[in-house]
């Protein structure tokens, strides 16, 4: 066996006076750098419900699912960690660019069952009137309105969704599935008003 060089042995002490290069991981916080990619994490606040986050996802951790129940519809939004490759795909499609944002959090490891490593948030979802499919989350259609401005008037749907919501529109009781003119005021899917514009 032989003698340490000088130059380790100069490892050695300096190690000993300045201490350990290591972090102290997980005993000790760890300051991460200002563009890690952790976790990402909903901001309900500022997710519309768009889904684009889910449609780029690679390792499939986000997914949704609607679901309607007398009358009201919702859209639940759910990300798996336990899944996620921390890719930032989401964070860079996000439709407001603040709805999912990555996250300075790593360390994932945990002794619980994987459904902790979840997070869901839902999201109100606007329904045709005529046929109860789903239009378009709540959420969504008021970013569009104030990221249009006045032209946001040139969509039908859009008009009379901020009608609906001002309380100054009502809507006509009618037959099941019957389209009359008078529908050209309600709020409709693509598929009906297309029937109400070009049928009726």
């Known amino acids: 066996m032989g003698f340490p060089k000088l130059t380790e042995l100069k490892e050695i002490i300096t190690a000993l006076i300045k201490g350990p290069y290591t972090s102290g991981f997980p005993y000790k916080k760890i300051k991460v750098p200002d563009r890690f990619k952790g976790k990402p994490v909903f901001n309900e606040d500022f997710c519309v419900g768009c889904t684009a986050c889910v449609s780029v996802c690679p390792a499939k951790a986000l997914e949704f699912k609607d679901e309607i129940y007398n009358g009201k519809a919702k859209r639940v939004l759910k990300i798996r960690w336990d899944r996620c490759i921390f890719c930032g795909n989401c964070e860079a499609n996000c439709l407001t660019e603040k709805g999912i944002k990555l996250s ?76 009359l003119r008078s529908d050209r005021f309600s709020l409709l899917c693509p598929r009906c008003r297309r029937k109400v514009v070009f049928i009726s």
């Open 104 to 179: 300075s959090e790593f360390d994932l490891a945990t002794l619980k069952e994987r459904d902790s490593l979840v997070q869901e948030i839902e999201k109100e979802l606007l329904l045709c009137e005529n046929c109860n499919e789903i239009i378009a989350p709540v959420d969504q259609l008021f970013w569009v309105i104030n990221k249009l401005g006045p032209l946001y008037t040139s969509n039908t749907t859009l008009v009379f969704f901020k009608q609906k919501f001002l309380n100054i529109s009502d809507s006509v009781k009618k037959q099941e599935n019957e389209i």
